[in-house]
């Protein structure tokens, strides 16, 4: 999986609890991302990353927040877990090199239930 | 607004055929698209991609077409096998320039022995 580790694996956590999930990387690629995936829905970016202490909101990104403070690590944040959060979570990263973008490379995912 | 589409949820074929799954999608602005492979339980896996001034693209069993007059892309795979059971997702990067890509909503592949 492109030495990209996603922890922890599963978990089940409250209603109203905060929630962190890291990812990590081995590939000193300067782009991560968080997304979730939900039946129905494919893969949507909550939020991104383009270097250390550098992030932006994706199409989802209510009720989240991400930390980046180097460059192979990125945590997502659930301050105030809801039901609604419940779902498949995924790490991507990618880098950005001469000619344009490259292949984002996925971790294994987290999948967490609010109850 | 920016979106991606496959247009069939679900395909099944024979193992041996070769199975063909489309995507459309909508920005013009897009000139890097790629496909991958989800197996249940495991993160999106990437097969192929192509750059808009490409038309097709090949890799092992596997081949990309992409008309851009039409906003369409292809992903085709030759002598389909069990092991290619999976969810197969088309992406755009839209007109982004930091590396973010639109996913369409997958179609999901089935090989019957």
């Known amino acids: 999986d492109a030495g990209i580790t996603q922890s922890p694996r599963h978990k089940v956590t409250e209603t109203g609890t905060p929630v962190t999930l890291r990812c990590h990387q081995t590939e000193n690629h300067r782009y991560m991302y968080w997304y979730r995936q939900d039946p129905g829905h494919g893969l949507r970016l909550i939020h991104y990353s383009y270097g250390v202490k550098d992030t932006d909101k994706g199409e989802v990104s209510d009720g989240y927040s991400v930390s980046r403070s180097k460059t192979e690590d990125f945590l997502l944040t659930l301050e105030s877990a809801t039901s609604s959060q419940t779902s498949v979570y995924f790490c991507?990263?990618?880098?950005?090199?001469?000619?344009?973008?490259?292949?984002?490379?996925f971790g294994p995912g987290t999948r967490l239930t609010v109850t | 607004g920016e979106s991606v589409g496959l247009h069939l949820p679900t395909l099944s074929v024979q193992e041996g055929d070769n199975s063909i799954i489309n995507c459309a999608y909508s920005n013009s602005a897009s000139d890097y698209f790629i496909w991958y492979k989800q197996e249940s339980g495991k993160g999106p896996q990437f097969i192929i991609d192509i750059r808009s001034n490409m038309d097709k693209r090949q890799g092992q069993r596997v081949t990309v077409l992409l008309n851009k007059t039409v906003k369409h892309l292809s992903l085709q795979i030759a002598a389909t096998q069990p092991g290619d059971s999976a969810v197969y997702f088309c992406?755009?990067?839209?007109?982004?320039?930091?590396?973010?890509?639109?996913f369409g909503q997958g179609t999901t592949l089935q090989v019957k022995p």
């Open positions: 991507a990263i990618s880098e950005m090199l001469a000619g344009g973008p490259w292949e984002q490379y």
């Open positions: 992406a755009e990067n839209g007109s982004s320039n930091t590396g973010k890509l639109i």
